[in-house]
């Protein structure tokens, strides 16, 4: 049976699960650096459940590397299970989290006239040049 490209216990899913722990630590550290985000829930929300991918890719990262410097992974169905369900919910999680982080900028932005709390740049209307 071929092997299927990003399959758990490919080089490929190790270079996506480095990838996976590296982007999302990125992110927690840059979303970490403004202060202000931390009066909302969603962010908080959003936060944590980056909090929750990072470990989960390291140890998924640790599997894959295991299985290919090794070559050896036992791909039992019940082990397999575990990891797309994990997968899912976190993919799942991560996505409505983001989404409703992204709602709330949007909403605080439109709500308070393009001046958001302390003046966030993004939310300030952009200027022409003339």
């Known amino acids: 049976m071929d092997e299927v490209p990003g399959a758990l216990g490919s080089s490929a899913s190790l270079a996506l699960r480095f990838?996976?722990?590296i982007f999302s630590s990125g992110s927690i550290l840059f979303m970490s650096f403004h202060v202000e985000f931390y009066s909302y829930t969603s962010f908080c929300y959003l936060v944590t459940v980056m909090g929750l991918v990072i470990p989960w890719s390291m140890a998924l990262?640790?599997?894959?590397?295991?299985a290919v410097f090794f070559k050896n992974l036992p791909r039992r169905p019940r082990v397999m299970l575990f990891v797309i369900a994990g997968d899912w919910v976190l993919a799942c999680t991560f996505l409505f989290s983001s989404i409703t982080g992204s709602g709330i900028s949007f909403t605080s932005c439109s709500l308070l006239n393009s001046k958001c709390y302390r003046t966030l740049d993004a939310c300030q209307p952009a200027k022409?040049?003339?």
Do not use: A, E, F, M
């Open 128 to 130: 022409l040049p003339s």
């Open 61 to 66: 990262g640790l599997v894959d590397g295991y």
């Open 19 to 21: 990838g996976q722990t």
